[in-house]
């Protein structure tokens, strides 16, 4: 008999997309889907770590199988626990071992401990929806923000080749998808890498961007994005979009092709420099609305959404209120805030205090979500 696999994904669109090829690669082991969990033989646990809350759900969720998992066995029946994603990532990476080990006992359950990298892209993907195609373009992130897990979770960004990602995404349109979402930690970035490496990629010019005036990588992302809008789908979306890789060329790009979503995700954190500089973001406030400007300028119609964190480690009231300065200037069509939390194994937790009493952080939080999202809560009647 044919084994069944269930998989359970937590986090993001790039977990859900990461789950797909996890589906595609059991497939490709001889296994068939299984309709429920109690169902399957080999489980996979794609897991998410941006919180502490979504890793106490993945331990909550690997004990819970375990009845399962005993009944399974009384009945002669196999049941393989797989656990793979950002945790499973983040321990294969701790050369001391010490995660895993953290792992290995609060999920004694688990089996097996699968890191990504064993999964690979040469398989297509098993899609779970018909309507959106997500195509991963590149996986980890080479910016260390002091309060993000995401480099050591998903190590240094690696782009995936130009031509393999345009031929996915014809073959995504051949099959009759109408949209499409490409994916990465940070897609602006895209292909920095095959270009400091030398790699061949067509003929392809780099655009070079600027940081903080002074630090230049080169990106090939402009041309990628107008390389899929060509393609013809009724909509091209990407996620995430650092602001300080948003070159001219990629606005100019994105103007030129009308399929090309108008809506925007450009995570700001903080109105304030030194906040900025504290959690490694490669901006400053005035830079950031430059931006958004030149956004608008050509793109009127162009909507902007954010993500803010409040309370982060040493935040002054003074700096609080020049995110709120920032966010009376810029009108953004919603703010994923957030109350800053410590993060275990980023440089924030190990350097710098979280020293904002919760009482701040959650005025703060309230103040400037009533400033932002109001509207939003009334339009969507949330309120
Ligand atoms: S850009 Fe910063 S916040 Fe985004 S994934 Fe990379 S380190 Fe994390």
């Known amino acids: 008999m044919k084994k069944k696999y269930f998989i359970h994904t937590f986090g993001c669109q790039q977990n859900v997309a990461d789950s797909e090829r996890i589906a595609a690669y059991c497939e490709s082991l001889g296994m068939k889907k299984a309709a429920t969990i109690e169902e399957a033989n080999y489980c996979v646990i794609t897991t998410c770590m941006i919180r502490e809350s979504a890793e106490n759900r993945v331990y909550g969720?690997?004990?819970?199988?375990?009845?399962?998992?005993?009944?399974?066995?009384?009945?002669?029946?196999?049941?393989?626990?797989?656990?793979?994603?950002?945790?499973?990532?983040?321990?294969?990476?701790?050369?001391?071992?010490?995660?895993?080990?953290?792992?290995?006992?609060?999920?004694?359950?688990?089996?097996?401990?699968?890191?990504?990298?064993?999964?690979?892209?040469?398989?297509?993907?098993?899609?779970?929806?018909?309507?959106?195609?997500?195509?991963?373009?590149?996986?980890?992130?080479?910016?260390?923000?002091?309060?993000?897990?995401?480099?050591?979770?998903?190590?240094?960004?690696?782009?995936?080749?130009?031509?393999?990602?345009?031929?996915?995404?014809?073959?995504?349109?051949?099959?009759?998808?109408?949209?499409?979402?490409?994916?990465?930690?940070?897609?602006?970035?895209?292909?920095?890498?095959?270009?400091?490496?030398?790699?061949?990629?067509?003929?392809?010019?780099?655009?070079?961007?600027?940081?903080?005036?002074?630090?230049?990588?080169?990106?090939?992302?402009?041309?990628?994005?107008?390389?899929?809008?060509?393609?013809?789908?009724?909509?091209?979306?990407?996620?995430?979009?650092?602001?300080?890789?948003?070159?001219?060329?990629?606005?100019?790009?994105?103007?030129?092709?009308?399929?090309?979503?108008?809506?925007?995700h450009l995570a700001v954190q903080s109105g304030d420099d030194n906040v900025l500089k504290r959690m490694n973001r490669w901006y400053t406030a005035a830079e950031y609305i430059d931006l958004y400007n030149r956004i608008m300028k050509k793109m009127p119609e162009a909507h902007v959404t954010t993500d803010i964190i409040v309370g982060f480690c040493g935040e002054t009231e003074k700096e609080f209120q020049n995110t709120v300065k920032l966010c009376k200037k810029i009108h953004f069509d919603r703010a994923f805030i957030s109350i800053y939390s410590n993060r275990r194994g980023t440089h924030a937790y190990k350097h710098i205090p979280d020293d904002v009493p919760h009482t701040v952080k959650d005025k703060r939080w309230k103040m400037l979500d009533k400033l932002v999202n109001s509207q939003f809560y009334t339009k969507n009647k949330l309120v």
Request: charged content about 30%; aromatic content about 8%; some cysteine.
């Open 61 to 264: 969720m690997v004990n819970n199988l375990i009845p399962l998992k005993e009944k399974k066995k009384k009945a002669g029946e196999e049941f393989e626990i797989v656990v793979t994603g950002c945790m499973t990532g983040m321990a294969h990476r701790d050369t001391s071992g010490k995660m895993m080990k953290e792992l290995r006992r609060r999920m004694p359950a688990a089996d097996v401990f699968l890191p990504l990298e064993e999964i690979g892209f040469e398989r297509a993907p098993l899609r779970e929806t018909s309507e959106t195609a997500l195509i991963p373009i590149s996986n980890g992130c080479n910016n260390f923000c002091t309060y993000c897990v995401v480099p050591y979770t998903r190590g240094r960004e690696v782009s995936r080749a130009f031509e393999d990602i345009v031929k996915e995404a014809k073959e995504a349109f051949d099959k009759g998808f109408k949209k499409v979402l490409l994916l990465g930690q940070n897609v602006n970035s895209y292909g920095s890498d095959i270009v400091l490496e030398g790699k061949k990629q067509q003929e392809l010019k780099p655009i070079y961007v600027t940081h903080l005036g002074k630090h230049r990588i080169p990106t090939l992302f402009p041309h990628l994005l107008e390389a899929v809008a060509k393609i013809g789908f009724d909509e091209v979306n990407f996620i995430s979009s650092n602001p300080w890789d948003f070159s001219d060329e990629l606005i100019d790009a994105i103007a030129t092709h009308k399929n090309i979503t108008r809506t925007f």
